[in-house]
């Protein structure tokens, strides 16, 4: 058993690792499961489940400068994602619990599915609406971040995550959102963040961005991802991707790449009415001018008019 010290869940002081869920450069993911006594009487265990999101120290061969600066940059993006995440309230989007006073460990729900990326590579598009359906609630809890002025800012399919057990889905990963809107004050944002092959054009320009609007653009890569099964481009620069560069010529006049964007390759089957919304999506999202970008809300009203996604509202 692992003693926790968080800040507010001080029910959760002993508790059991299940297992590991994942790790990657910046976290490690684990599942516990609490042990607490809550009556000494008698002796009932909580049992309930919860992940628990580590700062990862392992930085192999990298030497003390830069495994210090590593290490407060992660741990930078574990307080941010507290600090964001547990404002955040909307049935679409992983609950931040707790955070550790010396601010190493995330407390998380636990949610007992998988990610986008996973399921495709699993079972692909084959059924239809499930995944476009599912995309639709990510851009409702993306609406709503908008609205009160943050965006997330690394939108890609990892970061979707399916709740199967609830018939539900799940936006994560709250460790590089950022706050845009401050007292009706616009903030533009410099650093780059995210996952390269989602990144926008405007990234490769080392300008000031609109926050929110890279999140538009990566929600259009990732919609692609899921009519197509696979992604447009390797990197949005002209110079360095002979795909995007193709498709950088016709964005230019806000027309399509038609060998790209060609409805032929759908692996979704969509009826001939859908076509000219799908179109009309990837125009407004790939829009190489941000400001000019359609938003999320947008967005997710259009998706809502394609027959096979199946929402409970459509207005």
């Not at 460990?105 to 998988?114: K, N, R, S, T, Y």
């Not at 851009?139 to 609830?166: C, F, P, Q, S, W």
Request: proline share 3%.
């Amino acid at each position: 058993m692992r003693h926790f010290n968080f800040k507010n869940s001080n029910h959760l002081q002993t508790a059991v690792c299940k297992k590991t869920l994942g790790h990657g450069g910046f976290a490690v993911v684990k599942l516990f499961q609490c042990k607490h006594c809550h009556n000494d009487i008698t002796l009932e265990e909580c049992n309930k489940c919860f992940v628990i999101k580590e700062l990862n120290t392992n930085f192999g061969c990298w030497n003390k400068e830069d495994m210090i600066r590593k290490y407060d940059l992660v741990n930078k993006m574990l307080l941010n994602e507290y600090k964001i995440g547990s404002r955040l309230n909307h049935p679409n989007i992983m609950k931040i619990i707790d955070i550790e006073e010396n601010a190493n460990l995330l407390m998380l729900e636990h949610i007992v599915g998988m990610d986008m990326l996973d399921y495709l590579n699993l079972k692909g598009c084959d059924d239809n609406g499930y995944l476009l359906t599912n995309f639709y609630y990510v851009l409702d809890a993306l609406d709503y971040m908008h609205n009160i002025g943050v965006a997330h800012r690394d939108i890609k399919l990892e970061n979707i995550l399916l709740d199967t057990a609830n018939n539900s889905v799940k936006l994560i990963d709250f460790g590089q959102s950022f706050e845009f809107k401050k007292d009706d004050n616009y903030i533009y944002s410099y650093d780059l963040c995210g996952t390269e092959g989602y990144f926008p054009p405007e990234y490769y320009n080392q300008l000031e961005y609109m926050p929110d609007k890279v999140d538009v653009w990566c929600c259009g890569v990732v919609l692609y991802n899921l009519i197509y099964d696979y992604m447009p481009w390797e990197y949005a620069h002209r110079f360095k991707d002979e795909l995007y560069s193709r498709c950088y010529m016709y964005f230019k006049d806000n027309e399509l790449e038609p060998n790209i964007f060609n409805p032929n390759n759908y692996r979704l089957k969509v009826s001939e009415e859908d076509i000219p919304i799908i179109n009309e999506i990837f125009k407004g999202v790939f829009n190489l001018n941000p400001s000019k970008r359609i938003t999320i809300r947008e967005f997710k009203l259009l998706l809502s008019k394609i027959s096979i996604c199946h929402v409970e509202s459509k207005n």
